[in-house]
């Protein structure tokens, strides 16, 4: 049996202080988070110099998709016990702090510990569209992965739940990852 993923934003600190935000799926072992990110990544260098980071939920699919496309500039707001950052709008987050680290030469596991926890407001649940939009975020992080027959039924399928339930922000979402879709497209194709 597999582990249940969640899917949040991490928030980890720069070699010079700025925040770096990275969409990734976390796994919940016991009262602990793991978190396995690909080598190089710098959300590991950044949890393997600094030793904390944030977990943050968000129904706003716009930064999951930005953080692939290089759209970052959402509102973020001091933690209250760790020195870094989380999203200002996030439905909750979590501070978290490194307690071991398993390496590993392409995906090292860090198991860390929960400091502080906050629900900032409600979660009513992703409709088809958000869904879809995580669905294609992920996807964009793995072009290099996927066929192109892969990608394209991918695409297919998620397109119907944007045709029919889509509001404003999730198109604006949706938008920006397919652009990176069809920049990965032009360069793999020149």
């Known amino acids: 049996m597999s582990e249940r993923i969640h899917e949040v934003i ?7 202080g700025s925040p770096h935000m990275a969409p ?25 110099r600094e030793g ?8 706003d699919m716009r930064i999951y998709a930005g953080c692939l496309t290089k759209h970052y500039d959402w509102p973020l707001v001091e933690c209250e016990k760790i020195n870094g950052h989380r999203l200002k709008d996030a439905l909750s987050h ?3 702090q490194v ?30 569209a958000q869904a879809a939009v995580l669905e294609l975020a992920i996807l964009v992080s793995r072009l290099h992965l996927l066929t192109e027959e892969k990608l394209n039924s991918e695409i297919n ?15 604006e979402a949706w938008n920006w990852l397919m652009q990176s879709v069809d920049d990965y497209r032009k360069r ?3």
């Not at 991490?10 to 010079?16: A, Q």
Request: hydrophobic share 30%; charged share 25%.
């Open 99 to 128: 307690e071991q680290v398993i390496e590993d030469t392409q995906r090292p596991q860090l198991l860390c510990k929960e400091i502080h926890q906050v629900n900032h407001r409600p979660f009513s649940g992703y409709n088809r």
């Open 52 to 59: 904390v980071a944030t977990l943050n939920t968000t129904d």
């Open 188 to 190: 793999n194709c020149a």
């Open 94 to 96: 979590k501070e978290i």
């Open 157 to 171: 399928y998620l397109q119907i739940a944007i045709e029919k339930t889509a509001g404003r922000s999730e198109r």
């Open 10 to 16: 991490v928030i980890t600190h720069n070699h010079d």
């Open 24 to 48: 990734m799926g976390i796994r919940q072992r016991n009262k602990n988070w793991l978190i396995a990110p690909f080598r190089p990544s710098r959300t590991l260098e950044n949890l393997l």
